[in-house]
């Protein structure tokens, strides 16, 4: 990111301070590791703060709580997942995140031990608002989201954090997410009798009576 943009970045995350003095950090840092400013990934930075709100629950920090986003792969504002991922602090890392591949712009947050849940969908006329933004038309022609000018991005992700949660989003009663029972982790390792690299020994199948890691294996998984 270049100075103008960090300094837009920072001036941009000191309107997540009505959810807290904390989450102008947060919402800082999305940003940053998002690379670009849009609309997409506010809408779902917020939508993450709403449905920990909804859940009476904070960020996580442990694995206590999942989130699945109802957006895939190949569509517009596919942004939304990264924000939903920062807000709620269910990263990729920590395997607490999951794409269902509907396309839609909904996040559904559960309780793991619980499975307590909620689920946060941007309305239907937010959401056509903002497909039909100058930002997304530039997107839309080809522009990569980092040549679009500031004075068309910013101006989209002022109008949402301005806006009340209800203005933009449905927030569902809480329910109970039909979650299977959690993997435990493997901390266990051994080495690939092939490329000699580490494995988790969970990952290893055998072949010809030694470990070997699944690309050296030929296995399909």
Known sequence: MNQDVRDTVRQLAATARPAGPSWEEVLEASFLIHGHVCGGMPLGFRAGVAALEALGIGREENMAHRVFVETGTGHAAGCFADGVQMAT???????????????????NLVDVATRRAVRVSVRPEVMEAALASPFVQMRHRGVPPTEVPLDVSRPLVEGLMARGDGDIFTVSAVFEYPLGP????CFDTVRCSACGEVVAQNKVRMKEGAPICLPCSGYAG
Not at 89 to 107: D, M, S, V, Y
Not at 182 to 185: E, I, T, V
Request: contains cysteine; positive net charge.
């Open 89 to 107: 602090g269910c990263t990729f890392g920590k395997g607490l995140i999951a794409r269902t591949e509907f396309g839609k712009w909904a996040a």
């Open 182 to 185: 959690p993997a435990s982790p």
